[in-house]
């Protein structure tokens, strides 16, 4: 939905939030509402009729396939209550900054910290929506080095090395920055560069870098490359650093957040997945409403894969293939449409 409206499509205050969601059933509405919004969509056969089975699953009508709105995303499979998951996605999307493992272990009175570490890495895991669009316009792009803290045994830190870290960020003819990607990069090869502004920077945008060789050649990829060097930037009396203001701007709120939030606890393996929450609250800075945020991640949410506690702790890198959404067509004959004050609830079936 382009346009989602406060207290109609997500609650527009915590108080809201715990009103519309005081049951997993509620939960169950409400994602099924995100998942399949013009009704139910077989994800075995494609057919577009079902009902709702007493447990909350749903039963096609066409193959007879069971399935729950669940399946297939991240909250397939795990053990903890949806009300539970609910309250996590609103600490996580309510708060300016995020929060912590710790915090959230504290705030929902979860036994462990990896039951909580997990849940807010699943959460991170679903930030990055496939097909995003590149930056557009004038983007400053430059690498800087970011984290360095490792976890130690009996969870103190041990140093390890800090990891390049690709920054672009748009910047608007007024003033002002716009929006912002970032990832861990192999080196400052040329080959490591070029392929990050690839990633992320539409072709015919004007690329602006500082005078590092690792960036020449940006012309023959369609970019407008404007080079500044920081020499020449000496020789005018003019401060270096000021050449690429946005970049630095960003990397220093960067690592504020990961020294302040995340009081620096963060594994070189998981930074990538650290960056893309800080990306994905950067680039929605100005949304009006917090409860827009918590909208926005559920929806990402329940058009992912899961994600397993395995995987987790096993991967080293950002995924390369981007997951399939599902499909969004679909209509509703059986589930009931919502009513017109709030869409997303459903009739119980049964
Ligand atoms: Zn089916």
């Not at 929006?179 to 192999?186: I, Q, S, Y």
């Not at 920081?230 to 990397?251: K, S």
């Not at 997951?323 to 609830?345: F, S, V, Y």
Request: glycine share 10%; proline share 7%.
């Amino acid at each position: 939905m382009d346009h989602p409206h406060a207290g109609t499509h997500y609650p527009k205050s915590v108080g809201e939030f715990h009103a519309w969601f005081p049951t997993d059933a509620d939960c169950l509405d409400y994602l099924e509402w995100l998942r399949w919004p013009d009704g139910f969509v077989c994800p075995a056969c494609g057919y577009e009729r079902g009902w709702r089975l007493g447990d909350g699953r749903s039963m096609c009508s066409g193959c007879g396939g069971r399935t729950s709105v669940t399946a297939g995303t991240i909250f397939d499979r795990t053990r903890t209550p949806l009300t539970v998951w609910f309250t996590a996605c609103w600490l996580f999307a309510s708060g300016k900054d995020g929060i912590s493992a710790l915090s959230l272990k504290r705030t929902l009175e979860i036994g462990s910290y990896q039951t909580a570490w997990a849940m807010l890495h699943r959460l991170r895991s679903v930030l990055v929506r496939p097909g995003r669009n590149r930056l557009v316009g004038i983007v400053e792009v430059d690498e800087t080095y970011l984290g360095g803290e490792e976890p130690g045994l009996r969870g103190g830190r041990a140093r390890g090395k800090k990891v390049l870290t690709g920054i672009a960020v748009e910047v608007q003819e007024a003033g002002g920055f716009g929006r912002c990607r970032m990832r861990p990069l192999a080196d400052a090869s040329a080959a490591s560069l070029h392929a990050f502004v690839r990633e992320h920077v539409e072709p015919g945008a004007t690329v602006i870098t500082d005078g590092w060789q690792g960036y020449r050649g940006l012309e023959k990829q369609g970019y407008v490359h404007d080079r500044r060097s920081q020499r020449a930037a000496r020789a005018r009396g003019e401060d270096p650093h000021d050449l690429l203001p946005a970049v630095h701007r960003v990397a220093s709120l960067v690592k504020r957040w990961l020294l302040g939030t995340h009081q620096g606890s963060v594994g070189n393996a998981h930074l990538a997945s650290y960056l893309n929450e800080f990306v994905f609250r950067f680039n929605r800075r100005h949304s009006r409403s917090r409860g827009m945020v918590f909208y926005r991640v559920l929806e990402l949410a329940v058009a992912h894969n899961p994600v397993r506690y395995q995987d987790l702790i096993a991967s080293q890198q950002p995924r390369e293939v981007p997951p399939t959404p599902p499909t969004r067509r679909g209509h509703p004959p059986t589930l009931e449409r919502p009513p017109a004050d709030r869409p997303w609830r459903t009739a119980h079936s049964g």
